[in-house]
Structures are given as C-alpha cells and as structure tokens.
C-alpha cells in the first residue's frame, strides 16, 4: 500500500501495486493483457466477487461486459 505523498513521481508504480489498488477500490472486473496470455490468444480476468482469475478468449471476456 502507498501511503500518500510517499510514491516516488520519478518511479511509476508496479503493475502489482496498480492491481492491488483496484481491488481496494472495488473495481468489479478486472482484465490483464500480457504477452504470455496474447501468445495463448486469451485474457486473464478476475471478477471481484469470485476471487480467482479465469483464462478466456476475448469473445467470452466481451460476453462478461
């Protein structure tokens, strides 16, 4: 967690910490593209209230919004 005012603006924040902050936010559906899933032809998603993150092609990801 970054406290406010203590985050480095020459440093972006990590991926974790950006994904760790959505889930504190609350944000109900989450989407991760990387190369490894683009290479698979899918995505990972993670709804909130599951838990767990789901490998998907992009037409079931576009089924879920």
Known sequence: LVIVGTQD???PPSAGEKLHDADL????LRVVISKK??????VEVKARAAGAARLLSPAQMLALV
Not at 25 to 28: E, F
Not at 37 to 42: Q, S
Request: proline share 15%; aromatic share 0%.
């Open 9 to 11: 603006p020459a440093t």
């Open 25 to 28: 936010l609350g944000i109900p």
């Open 37 to 42: 899933t683009i290479a698979a032809g899918l």
